[in-house]
């Protein structure tokens, strides 16, 4: 099994909807990262969460990182066709540069 | 800028043959890495290499070898392909600071092994 676990693993959504995506991992983390790849392309970097209880937003996208700094959300407000695809949390492991990934969450929208 | 550009992009292998995928990035970055991508899987990590003149293991590397050959390239090599290695490759480059931060992915390299 993977370190991070991300729910759920697809989502369907009619546009203009909000949607949220979780990332849970078994141990702190010490950076938090969140990634999109659209269908059968690499990934783009979205945003970076290092501190217990921050959260950063760029659009309509909006990602948390807990106190315990063991779960992260990502919420989508008012969604898009454009917003679909598959989203990932990743993780590097402090003191190295070990960098594993969750198993992602595809989403559609509806238009 | 090219940025991080994995080479060949689709490739068909049959049981027991070997490859290397080349990845090489021009973005000066210390450390690189190599997954894999499955369906419903997410990313595996396979190897890294922290900066030049060293790799380690990630979360599956066996049946995979790699070279950091210098900062620019990394390569990862089947030596004798199976079927379970069927999946989307994608070499990865991070870092000219202290910490990874920001990973930039190639387009990937699609492996079916038959």
């Known amino acids: 099994s993977q370190e991070l676990e991300q729910s759920p693993q697809s989502l369907i959504v009619q546009e203009g909807k909000n949607l949220t995506i979780n990332c849970t991992s078994s141990k702190t983390l010490y950076g938090l990262y969140w990634y999109k790849q659209k269908y059968g392309e690499g990934l783009i970097f979205l945003m970076m969460l290092q501190k217990g209880g921050e959260e950063k937003s760029h659009e309509k996208i909006t990602a948390k990182l807990d106190e315990k700094k063991q779960q992260s959300s990502l919420h989508i407000t008012a969604s898009q066709p454009s917003h679909a695809g598959i989203y990932l949390c990743g993780a590097d492991k402090a003191g190295t540069y070990k960098y594993i990934f969750g198993t992602g969450t595809r989403l559609k929208v509806l238009a | 800028n090219a940025g991080v550009t994995q080479t060949p992009k689709f490739q068909v292998l049959k049981t027991g043959q070997s490859m290397t995928l080349q990845c090489a990035q021009d973005?000066?970055?210390?450390?690189m890495y190599w997954y894999r991508q499955d369906p419903g899987m997410g990313l595996r990590l396979i190897y890294y290499?922290?900066?030049?003149?060293?790799?380690d293991k990630g979360e599956v590397p066996n049946g995979y070898n790699v070279s950091r050959l210098n900062k620019r390239e990394f390569s990862l090599r089947l030596e004798s392909a199976a079927p379970s290695q069927t999946s989307v490759y994608f070499c990865?480059?991070?870092?000219?600071?202290?910490?990874?931060?920001?990973?930039?992915f190639g387009e990937g390299s699609r492996l079916t092994v038959l």
């Open positions: 973005m000066n970055h210390n450390s």
């Open positions: 290499s922290a900066s030049e003149g060293t790799t």
């Open positions: 990865a480059s991070s870092g000219t600071g202290g910490y990874p931060g920001e990973l930039f």
